[in-house]
C-alpha cells in the first residue's frame, strides 16, 4: 500500500489470525533478554500484517468495492515483498550469510517459513477473491471471458484490438535462432506454442501484454456497461493476428518479479545522480526472484520457463487460479458507484486557517504551533498553502525543504515561483526513495533548471524526514517558520494515509533546523539540538534515555502507586535496542501501550516479563502512518511527532527529525488519537504473547472505528471554528453599528 495500506472482521464472537512464532517463551524469574525467544520476526510479522488487511476484503462490513481494493492492495504489498524482502533473503543465500537475526533465524530459515506463510496468505486470498466476484455479479458487475460474449461483440473487441492494440504486440519466437527473450519485472506475458497447420512439430513464442497507461488498462470495459474482460484473454483470442496460418496449439500465462534490492557503493560513487540512474537500469535487469504460472500449466512449459529463468522450480514457481496479478484489481475497484464504496471524505480545513485568510505567517506566529492532521484536514490548504504562500510573500527570503516522495503539482510550482520571486531556495532531494528514484532524478532536474539549489543528503544516510523550513524578515528581525511532518509532501497521499504536522516559528525549534540544514548541504559536523532529536545521531540514544527515566520516576514512585506511561505509535518496531528497553520498563512496572501498524518484534503479555504492556494494530480505510511518542514523565509530559519509526535503518541509517509538542492544545489532540486508537474495538487488533492477533470486537454491530471517530471529530471541530467566527463577526458588527448609531445621534 506504498508504503499503501486495511481491517478484518469474521462472524465469529473473536477472529484469530496465527502466524509468527506459535509457542511462547518460557521466561525466568530473571529473564534473558538477549534470547531469541522474546523477538518476533520482521519478515513474518509483516506478513501477519498483511494477512490483516486481507481479512478486510473477507468482512462483510466492508464495501463491496473497498473489499475489491483491498485484494488489490495484499497483492500489490506481496509484490513489493518478493522484490525487497525476498530478494534480500536471497541475495543473502547467495553470498553465504549464515548469521541469525534477533530472533534467531538465518536467512534460509526465514526464507522458508516465508514461503510457507505466503501460500497460505494466497490460497486465503484465492477464496475471498472467489467470493468477493460472486458478490460483484450479484450487483451486475462481471469480470467475463471474451468467448461467454455474443458474437457481435466479440466482433466490436476485435476491431478495438485489431486498431489500438495490435500494433503495439511484437510477439518473440523461441528457437535456436532467436534466444529465450527478456521478462520485464512484474509484465504478464503469454508463452504460446503453435505449429504449421497439419505439422507435427511445434514452436514456442511469447506475447507480452502491453498493459500501460499509453496502450490500453488491464480491464477493458465492454459496451459501456459494468462488464469487463481481460487484455490478456483479448490477445488470446486474437492471436491469429498475431500467427496468421499457424495453428494454436496452447497459450499460457506468466509473470515474473524481480529483485528490488541493487544498491552500489555510494561512498565510491562520483555522481551520485549518475549511480541512481545506473541502479535503475540494473534494476530492470536484476535476478527473478519469483515466477507465477496459471494453474494446469503444462509441466514441461512450466519446467522450461524456471530453468530459463535461474529458478528452483520446487521453491520459486507459484500457481495462480482466476486473476493473475490481482493489483490490477485498483481499476475495478475504481468503479463510481456510491453505494458500493466508503462515505465520501472530504477533508476540511483546519479549524484555525480555514477561518482565517490573512498570511498564514502571521496567524502562526499570533496563534502559537497549529497541529495538522491528515486526511482529516486538507493538505491543500494547510502544507501547500503555508509552501505558496512563502513563495509570494515579499518577506520571505529563504526556503529550505527535504524531499522524499511527492507528487509535483503545488509543491513544485510552489518552489519554482520562490527562486523566480528572487529568494534564495534549497531542496534536499533524496534519490534513494524505494521506487521513486526515477521521479525523485525528473523532479530534481526541473528544480536545478530553474535555478534552485539541489542537494542529494549525506553520503551513506538517506534523508527522510519532512522539512519545510522558511526565513522571513518580521517587522525588524528575521523568524524562522516550518513544518515538521510525519508523512511526505505528497497530495496523493495525504488523502490515504493519515500523518501529522505541525507548523511553528519556536526560535529553539527553527535554530535547531537551520544547523540540521547546514549538515544536510555543507559540510558541518553533526550538531547537538535544543529541542528536536534527529537520526543518525541523537534519536535513538534520546529515546533509550527517556524510556530509562520512566522506569527510574516509576521506581522512585512506586510507593505512591508508580504510574510510569510509555505510548508509542508507529509503522513498525524493528530495533531490538528499543524492545529491549520497552521490555526492562514493563518488567519494572511501566505500563506500555504499543500502536504498531505492522511489523513489531516485541511480544505484549508474557508472564514475568511484558504483563504491563499490549500491542494494537489499527487496520483502516486510511493507511496509518503517523508517528506519536508519549513519556508520562511524573506528570511532566513529553509528546513528540515525527518521521522515524522504531527501525534500524530509521534510526542509525537515516536522517529522521522527531520534534516536541509543548502546547497543551496541540498535546490534548494527540491524546486524543491515542486515547481512540487504542480504545478502538472496531478497527483495532490486539497481539497475542505467542505474536498471533485477535480482531477486537465491538458490542455494538454499528461501533465506528477510530479513523471514523476522528472522522467525526475533525467535522465537528471545524463547524465549532465556523461558529465561533460567525459569532465574533456578527459581534464585530453590532459594535461597529452601535459606534454608528451613537455618532450620529
Known amino acids: 500500500m506504498n508504503d499503501a495500506s486495511a481491517q478484518p472482521m469474521v462472524e465469529d464472537d473473536e477472529a484469530d489470525i496465527t502466524s509468527v512464532d506459535t509457542d511462547a517463551p518460557l521466561v525466568n524469574p530473571e529473564p534473558d533478554l538477549d534470547d531469541p525467544a522474546l523477538y518476533l520476526n520482521r519478515e513474518l510479522t ?9 481479512h478486510e476484503a473477507d468482512d462483510p462490513r466492508t464495501p463491496l468495492l473497498e ?4 485484494l488489490a492492495i495484499v497483492s500489490n504489498n506481496l509484490d513489493e515483498f518478493f522484490m525487497k524482502r525476498i530478494g534480500g533473503l536471497k541475495q543473502q543465500i547467495a553470498a553465504g550469510v549464515h548469521s541469525q537475526t534477533v530472533d534467531g533465524r538465518t536467512p534460509r530459515q526465514q526464507l522458508d517459513e516465508c514461503r510457507d506463510e505466503i501460500a497460505e496468505i494466497q490460497a486465503e486470498q484465492a477464496r475471498i477473491y472467489r467470493e468477493v466476484m460472486r458478490a460483484l455479479e450479484a450487483q451486475d458487475i462481471h469480470l467475463v471471458e471474451v468467448h461467454a460474449l455474443s458474437a457481435e461483440v466479440r466482433k466490436r473487441l476485435r476491431e478495438h484490438f485489431r486498431t489500438d492494440i495490435f500494433p503495439m504486440i511484437t510477439p518473440l519466437a523461441m528457437d535456436p535462432a532467436h534466444p529465450f527473450p527478456f521478462i520485464s519485472n512484474l509484465a504478464l506475458n503469454l508463452l504460446v506454442r503453435l505449429r504449421f497447420p497439419g505439422g507435427s512439430d511445434t514452436y514456442m513464442a511469447r506475447v507480452k501484454v502491453p498493459v500501460s497507461k499509453d496502450v490500453s488498462k488491464r480491464l477493458i470495459q ?7 474482460v481481460t487484455l490478456d484473454d483479448l490477445i488470446v483470442h486474437n492471436l491469429d493476428m498475431l500467427f496468421p496460418g499457424m495453428e494454436i496449439v496452447s497459450c499460457e500465462l506468466f509473470r515474473v518479479t524481480r529483485n528490488a534490492i541493487v544498491e552500489p557503493e555510494e561512498e565510491a560513487a562520483s555522481d551520485l545522480l549518475e549511480m541512481i540512474e545506473t541502479e535503475l537500469r540494473e534494476r530492470h535487469f536484476a535476478p527473478i526472484v519469483r515466477l507465477e504460472v496459471q494453474t494446469g500449466m503444462d509441466p514441461v512449459h512450466r519446467g ?8 528452483n522450480e520446487a521453491d520459486d514457481v507459484y500457481e495462480v487460479g482466476g486473476l493473475m496479478g490481482r493489483r490490477d484489481l485498483f481499476e475495478l475497484a475504481s468503479l463510481d458507484i456510491p453505494e458500493l464504496r466508503d462515505k465520501p471524505h472530504r477533508a476540511g480545513d ?6 482565517d485568510r490573512r498570511n498564514i505567517f502571521h496567524i502562526i506566529r499570533e496563534n502559537g504551533p497549529l497541529l495538522l492532521q491528515h486526511p482529516y484536514e486538507s493538505f491543500s490548504t494547510t502544507v501547500e498553502r503555508f509552501l505558496t504562500t512563502a513563495a509570494k510573500d515579499p518577506k520571505v527570503l529563504a526556503i529550505k525543504m527535504t524531499l522524499y516522495r511527492t507528487s509535483g503539482g503545488a509543491i513544485l510550482d510552489a518552489l519554482i515561483k520562490a527562486a523566480r520571486n528572487g529568494k534564495q531556495v534549497a531542496v534536499m532531494v533524496e534519490l534513494k526513495a524505494r521506487f521513486d528514484e526515477a521521479a525523485n532524478i525528473g523532479w530534481a532536474r526541473r528544480l536545478e533548471a530553474e535555478g534552485i539549489h539541489v542537494t542529494y543528503g549525506v553520503v551513506g544516510l538517506k534523508t527522510h524526514c519532512k522539512l519545510i523550513f522558511v526565513v522571513r524578515r518580521d517587522y525588524s528581525q528575521l523568524r524562522r517558520y516550518y513544518h515538521i511532518g510525519t508523512g511526505n509532501y505528497h497530495g496523493g497521499t495525504a488523502k ?6 505541525m507548523l511553528g516559528c519556536d526560535e529553539d525549534i527553527g535554530q535547531d533546523l537551520t ?20 537520526a543518525p545521531y541523537t534519536l535513538k540514544r534520546g529515546i533509550l534515555e527517556k524510556i530509562e527515566r520512566e522506569i527510574a520516576v516509576h521506581e522512585r514512585s512506586v510507593e505512591e502507586g508508580g504510574g510510569g506511561l510509555i505510548q508509542m505509535k508507529m509503522n513498525a518496531l524493528e530495533d531490538a535496542d528499543i524492545a529491549r528497553a520497552l521490555y526492562k520498563a514493563s518488567r519494572a512496572g511501566v505500563k506500555v501501550d504499543l500502536i504498531v501498524r505492522d511489523t513489531c518484534r516485541f511480544r505484549p503479555g508474557v508472564p514475568g516479563l511484558s504483563e504491563n504492556a499490549r500491542v494494537v494494530s489499527i487496520v483502516g480505510r486510511f493507511l496509518e502512518h503517523g508517528r506519536i511518542l508519549y513519556f508520562r514523565n511524573g506528570g511532566d509530559e513529553e509528546y513528540l511527532i515525527g518521521s522515524a519509526d522504531m527501525m534500524r535503518r530509521n534510526l542509525e541509517s537515516r536522517v529522521e527529525v522527531q520534534t516536541p509538542v509543548e502546547n497543551q492544545e496541540l498535546r490534548q489532540e494527540l491524546r486524543l488519537i491515542l486515547d481512540v486508537q487504542l480504545a478502538d474495538q472496531r478497527s483495532a487488533w490486539e497481539m497475542q504473547p505467542d505474536g498471533s492477533y485477535k480482531q477486537r470486537q465491538p458490542d455494538d454491530e454499528h461501533a465506528k472505528g477510530a479513523q471514523e471517530t476522528l472522522m467525526g471529530v475533525a467535522e465537528k471541530r471545524l463547524s465549532a471554528a465556523a461558529k465561533h467566527k460567525e459569532k465574533n463577526l456578527r459581534s464585530r458588527l453590532l459594535s461597529h453599528f452601535e459606534h454608528r448609531l451613537a455618532s450620529t445621534s
Open 46 to 54: 509483516w506478513l501477519a500484517f498483511n494477512r490483516r488487511v486481507l
Open 67 to 70: 473489499r475489491v481494493k483491498f
Open 304 to 311: 522450461m520457463l524456471a530453468a530459463e529463468l535461474g529458478l
Open 222 to 228: 465492454v459496451d459501456g456497461l459494468n462488464t469487463f
Open 496 to 501: 490515504l494515509y493519515t500523518d501529522l504536522g
Open 350 to 355: 483546519h479549524p484555525v486557517l480555514g477561518n
Open 515 to 534: 544547523e540540521l540544514f547546514n549538515y544536510l548541504t555543507g559540510y558541518s559536523p553533526p550538531p547537538s539540538y535544543r529541542k528536536i532529536l534527529a
